[in-house]
C-alpha cells in the first residue's frame, strides 16, 4: 500500500473522495466546516506537489435525485476561502460530459468539486458502472473520508478496484484514523482499558464482545450500566434500562470472568428525581436507587475509581458519556473521566477518543488535543471496534 505523503502527485490528476457532508442553515451558509477543514493537509499536499484535485462527496440523504437543498454548489464560496488563492471550478453533475470536460481540462494547482455523489442511486448501491464512470475522471484515487469506510458505496469502495495498487491510497486524514484505529486494535500496550457510555447496551454490545478478547480492563458508564446493575440484582429506580437485553449483561460478565477482564460498573450515581436540569439530585449507591429516581450520571466514588483505572492504562479508548452531560448538573462524571484520559496521556497512555457524544464532550471540555486521537468516523469507528472489516479501508489495501 502507498503512503500519501511519499507519493508525488506533480502532474497528476487526484479523485478525492472527501466527506464534505457539513451542516447547512435555511441560506445554505455552512453552520460547522469542521469536515471541510479536516481535508484541507491532504488536498494542500497535492496541489503543493503540482497536481490537480478532483472533489467528489455526498451531502444529506437525497432520496431521488437532484435537490437544490443537498447541492454541493454551496460549498464552492467557502471551500475557495478556505484553500486561499486556488481556482475552484464545479461540475453540476458527477458524471457526464460536463465532469469530464471540467476533469481533462483541469491544470496543475486547480480544484474542481463534483456535484452531489448521491444524486444518483448508484452510489449507495455501489454500482460498478457508476464507479467506473467516476474512475475515469482522475489517474489517482485517494480516500479521505473515513466517516463513510463503513459503507460499501460506488466511491468510497467499489472504484478503488478501477486503479492499480500504486494508484489508490487513503489521504492524510483516513491514514491517521486507520493508524490510530489499527493501533489500538491490533497492537494495544497492556493494561488496555475501553471506556464505553452512552445510552444502550443494544447499540454497544458487539463493541464489548470484541473488546472483551481485547482489553484487560472495560469501565461501562452511562445509561447502559444500569441495565447491567439491574441484572446483578440490583435496584436501579427509573433508570434507563433495556430489560431484554438483562442476560445479555449476565453473559457478557460471565464471558469477562472467563477471560480476565475486569469489568467496572459505577459503585455510586448522581441520581435525579426527574429528567430536566433543574432536578433534585444526590450521590447514591448504584444498586440501592430509590423508585422514582433516576441514574443520570455515574457519582463520587465511582469517579475515583475509575479515574484510578484510567491513569494506569497505557492504551484507551473512550466510546460514549458516563452521563447526561449536556446538562449541567450531570456533566461531572464526562468531565472527569475526560480530564483522567487528558492525565493518562500527558504520562504516555495512548488514547483514541471516538463516536459523537464522546467527541462532542471532550470538544466542550476543551481536552480535545490533550488526548492522542479523536475520531471524526462515528459510525465507521463503531464498525471497526465491533470487529468488523470496514470496505473502505479494504478496498485500498487490496493489491
Ligand atoms: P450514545 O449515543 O448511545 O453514545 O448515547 C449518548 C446519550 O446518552 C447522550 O445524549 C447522553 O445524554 C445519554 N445518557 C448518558 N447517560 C445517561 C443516563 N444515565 N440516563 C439517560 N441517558 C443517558
Known amino acids: 500500500m502507498i503512503s500519501f505523503n511519499k507519493y508525488n502527485f506533480s502532474n497528476s490528476k487526484a479523485l478525492i473522495r472527501v466527506d464534505f457532508n457539513v451542516p447547512l442553515d435555511d441560506q445554505f451558509n455552512i453552520t460547522d466546516d469542521t469536515r471541510m477543514k479536516a481535508t484541507l493537509p491532504t488536498i494542500n499536499k497535492i496541489l503543493g506537489d503540482g497536481g490537480a484535485v478532483i472533489l467528489m462527496s455526498h451531502l444529506g440523504r437525497p432520496k431521488d ?25 464545479f461540475a453540476n453533475d458527477c458524471i457526464g460530459a460536463e465532469a469530464i470536460e471540467k476533469a481533462s481540462s483541469l491544470k496543475p494547482g486547480e ?7 448521491r444524486f444518483y442511486k448508484e452510489e449507495e448501491k455501489g454500482d460498478k ?11 489517482v484515487y485517494v480516500n479521505d473520508a ?56 443494544s447499540d454497544k454490545i458487539l463493541i464489548i464482545e470484541n473488546l472483551l478478547e481485547r482489553a484487560t480492563d472495560i469501565i461501562i458508564g452511562g445509561g447502559m450500566a444500569y441495565t447491567f446493575i439491574k441484572a ?8 434507563l434500562c433495556e430489560d431484554d437485553r438483562l442476560q445479555t449483561a449476565l453473559e457478557v460478565l460471565e464471558k ?6 475486569a469489568i467496572h460498573l459505577p459503585e455510586t450515581s448522581t441520581i435525579a428525581d ?30 475515583g475509581v475509575f479515574s484510578e483505572v484510567i491513569l494506569k492504562s497505557q492504551t484507551i479508548l473512550w466510546n460514549g458519556p458516563m452521563g447526561v452531560f449536556e446538562m449541567e448538573k450531570f456533566q461531572n462524571g464526562t468531565k472527569s473521566i475526560a480530564l483522567a484520559v487528558a492525565e493518562a496521556t ?24 490533550k488526548v492522542s486521537y479523536v475520531s471524526t468516523g462515528g459510525g465507521a469507528m463503531l464498525e471497526y471496534f465491533e470487529g468488523k472489516e470496514l470496505p473502505g479501508i479494504a478496498a485500498i489495501k487490496k493489491a
Not at 480544484?111 to 455523489?117: R, S, W
Not at 446483578?232 to 433508570?239: A, C
Not at 469477562?256 to 477482564?261: C, F, G, I, L
Not at 497512555?349 to 464532550?361: E, H, I, K, M, R
Open 146 to 201: 473515513f466517516g463513510t469506510a463503513h459503507r460499501a458505496h460506488a466511491s468510497t469502495a467499489v472504484i478503488a478496484d478501477f486503479f492499480a495498487s500504486d494508484n489508490k491510497m487513503f489521504g492524510l486524514l483516513m491514514e491517521g484514523e486507520v493508524i490510530s484505529a489499527e493501533k489500538v486494535m491490533h497492537s494495544a500496550e497492556k493494561p488496555f482499558t475501553a471506556i464505553i457510555g452512552g445510552a444502550k447496551v
Open 232 to 239: 446483578k440484582g440490583g435496584n436501579i429506580g427509573n433508570s
Open 346 to 369: 500527558s504520562k504516555g497512555a495512548f488514547s483514541l477518543v471516538g463516536g459523537g457524544d464522546s467527541v462532542a464532550a471532550v470538544n466542550k471540555f476543551n481536552l480535545a488535543d
Open 129 to 139: 458502472t457508476f464507479a467506473e464512470k467516476l474512475s475515469k475522471l482522475g489517474d
Open 274 to 303: 426527574k429528567f430536566a436540569a433543574d432536578a433534585n439530585t444526590q450521590d447514591c449507591p448504584s444498586d440501592a436507587i430509590p423508585s422514582g429516581w433516576m441514574g443520570l450520571d455515574i457519582g463520587q466514588k465511582a469517579v
Open 111 to 117: 480544484v474542481l468539486l463534483l456535484e452531489n455523489l
Open 256 to 261: 469477562a470472568k472467563q477471560k480476565n477482564v
Open 65 to 89: 435525485g437532484p435537490v437544490e437543498k443537498y447541492s454541493l454548489k454551496h460549498l464552492v464560496v467557502h471551500l475557495k476561502n478556505l484553500l486561499g488563492s486556488v481556482n475552484v471550478a
